[in-house]
């Protein structure tokens, strides 16, 4: 991972709200609120939240007298995720790296984390960040991409960027959000963490778009992706944006266009 792969500032939280959440995240958020829920909590933190996909799924699930703490390492996605879920009393947000939690031992009922473990600089201190401030009954619950091949969107604009840019091919898809798709790599570091019973499921689902231009817009621009493709100019950007479109377009169709997701969900006791 690079210092740019956690830079999500400028147009980055819009786009990534506007064109990466329905695309692939709605679906992963909607399934890990209800498995938070399934259990009976009140007190529950959510890490890395990014614009705030899972607690809009979430708070409505949640008691009456729950108390909900939201944060993210990333203040513009935090305000992001604020300003579209508007007055909650029972949520608080506070900007927060997961791995230093300013939070008690013991203090919550759940953590949960939606792909954002690929991008702690070290996974097992994150982890037990998560354990520390768990009660003894609680549960940390968080979900991490498969590998890129077996996400089609993602890795078509990835090829795609990469023909483009032969001498310096954009690897963040691959190498962090779809970098640690290892079940047993995953198990392992949690139980270095100090958790002692896992489980992980293999969720496979269908990305949608509206149009093929969608997914190319959403990964060239609402994602540190960007970060990597723009120091060679407005001009390559669009190019790729382009490039990608027309291949989305030869593989999936014209019109509304669908393909292959796949990640991991985690829960940890």
Known sequence: MTANDTAFAGDIP???DSYLVPLIFTHYADDLAQRVASHLVHDVLETAAGSGVVTRALAPLLSRDARYVVTDLNPPMLDRARAIQGEDSRISWQPADALALPFEDQSFD???CQFGAMFFPDRVRGYAEARRVLRPDGRF??????GIEHNEFAQVVTEVASTLLPATPPHFLAR????HGYPERIRAELEQAGFRH???DKV???SRAPDPSHPAIAYVRGTPMYGEIAPHGEAMVRRIIEAATEEIRARFGTGAVKAKMQGYVITAS
């Open 14 to 16: 819009d786009i990534y």
């Open 110 to 112: 759940a953590v949960c």
């Open 141 to 146: 619950l968080f979900n991490i991409w498969d």
């Open 176 to 179: 962090t959000p779809h970098g």
């Open 198 to 200: 896992v489980v992980i």
């Open 204 to 206: 496979t689902a269908t």
